[in-house]
């Protein structure tokens, strides 16, 4: 019997996750001569199954219940339940998403295996699965060998490559209606703030505010920026406890934790609560008044001038080179 990996794609407003597809390329790297499966919910992924077939997937299992139109714990992990208990997968992967770290710990206790989450490095060895996550708030790097089966890992957003789709490929879709009960919530409706923007989980390049920017209104210059580089724009833990920005924009140890390729931080001084959040990004621009500001001493490029002067003159020079291209 040849062994068997699962990807959960993960869809959020009925749009496939990039982490989706990095997950895919994680599942054929650990182990490459494994059948690849994905399950995937929602009529809504219906129009996503040809690209998860053209970038790795061999059996698709598209679930639809009108439990799992929205969000539900209970529901998504009876779906996935029942087909790790058919599928037997040697390892279960899916993306450390807010979904992911819900879902990901209910399903490997209720199977009785072992979990690594936020995985930022993820290889297959003689001696089993060797597997890197952050600790201590990303101040270390733990590596270990997981040598159990069945595995489940959540992997970090932006950190593993996307496989590149080969439109050759084709997958067996199998559609399935999982055996649902005992739901103890119930979704009526979802009302969101109409927050737009790009996902600061998965955006290549972020525009981050602190207390520096002094007022909600501050963020202003940072949305200019951001848009011209298509950026998404989060804020310091400072900032939205102030009031100038939501706690959706949150970025550090107890908000969100992102790995840009840029990401610019204008008047955050660097405390270690956000540096766990974003220290890991690949190049880290940093514009504060403050010569001697932490932030500094992560940073690989650093402005010391007052943000409102130097980030509208980073907006206008972008804006002039991008126009050339």
Known sequence: ???????????????????????????????????????????????????????????????????????????????????????????????????????????????????????????????????????????????????????????????????????????????????????RTIVKNVVKKAAGGVDLTEARIIVSGGRGVKSAEGFAPLRELAEVLGAGVGASRGACDAGYADYSMQIGQTGKVVTPDLYIACGISGAIQHLAGMSNSKVIVAVNIDPEAPIFQVADYGIVGDLFEVVPLLTKEFKALLEQK
């Open 1 to 183: 019997m040849s062994r068997k990996t699962l990807v959960f794609a993960e869809l959020r407003d009925g749009q496939l996750r990039n982490v989706a597809l990095e997950s895919l390329a994680v599942a054929r790297s650990v182990f490459p001569d494994a059948e690849i499966h994905v399950a995937v919910f929602g009529d809504a992924a219906g129009e996503h199954l040809t690209a998860l077939a053209q970038h790795g997937a061999r059996t698709i299992h598209h679930a639809r219940h009108p439990e799992l139109v929205s969000y539900n714990p209970d529901a998504y992990v009876q779906a996935l339940h029942q087909l790790i208990s058919e599928l037997q997968p040697a390892l279960v992967v899916m993306g450390h998403t807010y979904v992911g770290k819900d879902v990901a710990p209910r399903l490997a206790a209720k199977l009785g295996v072992g979990l690594v989450s936020d995985c930022t490095s993820l290889e297959g060895s003689g001696e089993g699965v060797v597997l890197t996550k952050p600790i201590y708030a990303g101040k270390a790097f733990q590596k270990r060998t997981i040598k159990s089966s069945p595995l489940f890992v959540t992997i970090r957003p932006n950190n593993f490559p996307k496989p590149e789709p080969d439109q050759t490929q084709t997958a067996n879709i199998v559609s399935y209606e999982p055996n649902i009960t005992n739901i």
